[in-house]
């Protein structure tokens, strides 16, 4: 199974508001499950869970749109109007597609719906991570080559 498979699955899971989607071929299993988020709990999130790593493919390149945009939450009224580029899989956050070359984004950037902000590598393939906003980017909320989790905040941009 590859990851564009396990994509489409979570997509397929999400749209029929599963509450959970178990699939085993073999040695591997897929888990997947779907969790309320703090400030939709009736609509459910994604969640996937691998039990035995599977044979994993030559690594590729995919363009993935960034998860959700959503205004900051924050104590700051100047923030509060901020929107977040989060993270739409697990994985290690990338600013650059390779240590010398430069950062896809940086404070102060415009950047515009589709644009590539940064890569999530996951699983031995390298996503890139489209923004769906325009605007500029106030904050970088994420160190180079660090973990994120699905949902977490990468990005502060402000839409104006």
Known sequence: MDFSQIQEIIRMVSKHKLSEFILKEGEFKLVVRNQPLAS????????????????????????????????????SNEEANYLVIKSPMVGTFYRSSTPDKPSFVKVGDSVDAGQTVCIIEAMK?????????????????????SPVEYDQPLFLVDPS
């Open 40 to 75: 939709e709990s009736h609509a459910p999130a994604p969640v996937a869970v691998h039990t035995q790593p599977a044979p994993i493919p030559a690594p590729v390149q995919v363009a993935a749109p960034a998860h959700k945009v959503e205004a900051a939450p924050t104590a």
């Open 125 to 145: 393939l390298f996503n890139e991570i489209e923004s769906d906003v325009k605007g500029k980017i106030v904050k970088v909320l994420v160190e180079d080559a």
